[in-house]
């Protein structure tokens, strides 16, 4: 789902000021990974680092009240 849908205008409104601040995920397209809540939503978006080939998985949380954003780097692993 994109976050251009009008469902997702309390998403935006909390995000944009953090975008404006932070570059943590500059270059990271972020899609909802289900329908938002109306308190929560749940996000997540990858980043290709041309020079390293290097994918950055990002997880981002939003909540309405208080207006918080919480960034999460997703490290896969496995047993070795």
Known sequence: RSLSKSAHAWVLSVLRPYLIQNDVLNGVAL????????????LSGHRRDAG??????KEVV???????????????????
Do not use: N
């Open 62 to 80: 939003v909540l309405r009240s208080p207006p918080t954003v919480h960034v999460y780097d997703v490290e896969s692993y496995g047993r070795r």
């Open 31 to 42: 899609r909802c990974e289900d329908k938002p809540s109306s308190e929560r939503a749940v």
């Open 52 to 57: 390293l080939g290097v994918t950055a998985l």
